[in-house]
């Protein structure tokens, strides 16, 4: 007797005995009106309360307090708490990894604003045997020492930590994955007889020439079909008793002309990647459409971490994750015929045959894809049903074993973050359903993306299934837009657009772990992935000021429900407010924007400054407000609706007038700062240049802090009460830190570089400090003058790269080319690569206006 598992809307057909076995190993429950803005403005509108279902989840994982107040947003909007903070994906590279490296990471994540990290094990992409870790294998006694370690002091920083489901990114697999209880896919071959006769024949393994996969070969069923026009399913004969183990048939044949196929699957043997060196040849993934496999994979995953890691899970330890899928397709497991026919009332098996008699060829070209077709008008109609049938089957069961997944990560304690989309484009299962089913459903944007991956489609899911927190993958890109050569402002556009399609929880990619000394700088990268986020990185101290602005957006759009969007609005709504957020992505300028909102007070909530100011320019029409916003290029704001009266501090709207400027020029003292192990030193400018177009290359090759100094007067007129006087750096390479009279102005970290100084101002002379720094590129291009000493290879992906670590390096030796400064595994330059501007081009001014008061309270 059998008993049928009913499984998000499927089943698997499982002997009874077994039945609360596979329960109790899972662990399973189951297992029994939009604004218009016309100026290249995107808006945001905060609406409604996420389901009750949601709101459970949130209390019992952690994916947030209940609902903030208006009053307590404001009160953080300065410094928002840690759970708003972006995280960062933490690239761990094959063997190399160390505790006193972990150390510094978090220690930087943390000074510099990033509440969390999430684990991938990579591959170096180096000769392992040159690696000086070698015993670090993936889940060896070190690796779990190691991951202890990253644990203990997460917690001291009251930080979080989530990690990988598989080695690699892709998909859900390991070294525990048979191939066996890998991805399987359909097969066959045929055979023409002449029947009213003794068929005594061998029918071949289908597989037979394939030398990794004819051994795992398993029979389905072997049937003969009736060589002749039309035929149906019912003149089709299973044969499947009539032939043994080892392919031999021996069967009355009716008479006529007769096709004999012998139909079976095998493993696509398809590898979870890009895994550590140690494991790549033997992490398989799993058959993502059979229950039993599904649950040894998640118990593999989750038992050691609950037996290791347990005080840790749930408050430190919060997040398993699925990256996007890239494991290609599967057309076939152990009980899909059993599957099919109880979801879809009729045999696949006959019409795999059928369709290749009809002259239907149901398999991808390339045989690499292990996958079927789409329909197509080529096709019999009988085919396209199939294919479609077929489909929508496969994504059924691997719905349910997600579902199941997904429970068993929940009850172990965690929370599940998962991308449910192929990158590929396609894929063998619903993004929509995947997003209903995940704790945390997450997207991807590259640096270069006018859109996130799926669209509009990730919110309105996200929506109708409660879920309140949209996870994205930030900032990945390829070496054509990242080569050390991001910055913080050349990542706003494309965090703004993220914002834009509702995600509210960014996870920074990548943060590569640095096992080595900081000498050795900027130290490893994620190959050529994603954006250079590291401790090594020249501009992370003031780049805080970034992170603070992805927080106090982050704050705001998780408040409240997402409803609907267009491409020029999000909508959302809290209790106590309507909230927008409102983006430029077009040149400065003056726009009136309209929103639905009626009978209530617009306020400006400033996430670059972090200050809420009140405004006067704004109507009332039609049951709509009208709102005139000055905007820079790429800048941004929240125009919030409070119900009531607020009584929390704003920045009055002043008008500025009579404007006076005074241009700072003549000679500028700056200290350079090298970010490698250079010495300090000082360089007298008698204008403004940059340093890219000197010709000492200490200064044509930097890259690092120059601190520009200069001593400013100010009368007393300047510093009259109704006076603002605003510094204005023009031109600059890349991010500014401000100092005036030893007290900090603030950072500058996109255009354009001014800001109000004059609270820091007093009579007579000032003093004023410039802390500009560039990027990576101009120091890795100066390098490339003099000879490399390591072997490199441009095989490693087609790029340049070191073949393995040099000895000198591995056994701490000097350097033998000392004109090197740096230290990359991964090149983007050569010695002809133009070099970048590059320090404060100005000009500089101070800008004095005439201030009156607006609107305070």
Known sequence: MKKSIALYSSCFEIPEAEHASVASRSGCSRAKPIAHTGFGIIVFFILGFACETQAQVDRNYGLGQRPETLQSLAQQFVAPNDEYKPHAWWHWLGSNFSKEGMTKDLQAMKASGIGGVVIFNAPSWLDPEKNPWQHQTYRSAAYWDALKHALAEAKKLNMTVGIHNTAGWSTTGGTWISPEDGMQAITYNKTSITGEKQIKITIPNPKADDAKRSKYFKDV???????????????????????????????????????????????????????????????????????????????????????????????????????SYEAGDQTWSPNFRNDF?????????????????????????????????????????????????????????????????????????????????????????????????????????????????????????????????????AFTGMEATCKFTETPYMLKRSADMGYSYGVNLYFLHSWAHNPFDDKYQPGFNFAHYGTHFSRNQTWLEPAKAFFTYLARCQMLLQQGSFVTRTDKMLHRRTPQAEIFFVRNNEKAQEKTVEFPVANRVPELWDAYSGTIKNTTQWKYADNKTFVTLNLEKDESVFVVFPARKTNYAKVAETKLSDEVTVSIDGEWAVNFK??????????????????????????????????????????????????????????????????????????????????????????????????????????????????????WTDKNQGLRAMKSLPEWFVNNQPRPVKERKTFIPWYYFNKNSPLYPAGLLGPVKLRIFNEENGNQE
């Open 341 to 473: 026919i109880r979801l879809k009332g009729y045999d696949p098996v006959l019409q795999i045959a059928l369709a290749d008699i009809r002259g239907n060829s149901l398999f991808n070209p390339d045989p690499r894809r292990h996958g079927f077709r789409n329909p197509n008008e080529k096709n019999a109609n009988e085919t396209n049903i199939f294919l479609r049938d077929h489909a929508e089957v496969v994504n059924r069961l691997f719905m349910s074993c997600w579902q199941i997944g997904k429970e068993m990560v929940n009850n172990a304690g965690f929370v599940l973050c998962w991308e449910p989309y192929c990158s590929w484009g396609g894929g063998p299962f619903n993004m929509s359903e995947g997003v209903a089913i995940a704790d945390i459903p997450v997207t991807e944007f590259w640096v270069h993306s006018g859109d996130v991956f799926g669209g509009d489609a990730i919110a309105k899911a996200a929506a109708a299934n409660g879920k309140r927190i949209i996870g994205a993958e």
């Open 674 to 791: 090298p970010k490698t192990e250079e010495k300090p030193f000082q360089k007298i400018f008698n204008e403004l240049a940059d340093f890219s177009k000197q010709d000492d290359k200490s200064v044509k090759y930097f890259s690092g802090t120059a601190v520009y100094e200069k001593v400013i007067s100010a009368n007393e007129n300047d510093l009259s009460a109704k006076k603002i006087v605003t510094l204005d750096l023009g031109q600059l390479y890349d991010i500014a830190e401000l100092e005036v009279n030893g007290k900090k102005a603030g950072v500058l970290w996109c255009p354009p570089y001014k800001t109000n100084i004059t609270p820091l101002l007093q009579k007579g002379n000032n003093t004023l400090k410039i802390y500009v720094t560039n990027n990576w590129a101009n120091r890795l291009i100066g390098d490339e003058q003099y000879p490399e000493d390591f072997e």
């Open 221 to 323: 069923a072997l049937v003969a079909v009736p060589v002749r026009e039309n035929v149906t399913a019912d003149e089709v004969i299973d044969i499947s008793k009539y032939m043994n183990e080892n392919g031999n048939l021996d069967w009355q044949a009716p008479k006529g002309e007769w096709i004999i196929y012998r139909v079976g699957h095998y493993p696509t043997l398809t590898h979870s990647h890009p895994t550590p060196e140690d494991v790549a040849e033997s992490c398989l993934e799993a058959d993502k459409m059979n229950l039993a496999v599904t649950v040894k994979h998640w118990q593999n995953v989750l038992n050691p971490l609950k037996n290791q890691f347990a005080n840790y899970i749930g408050t430190t330890f919060k997040y398993i994750w699925i990256d």
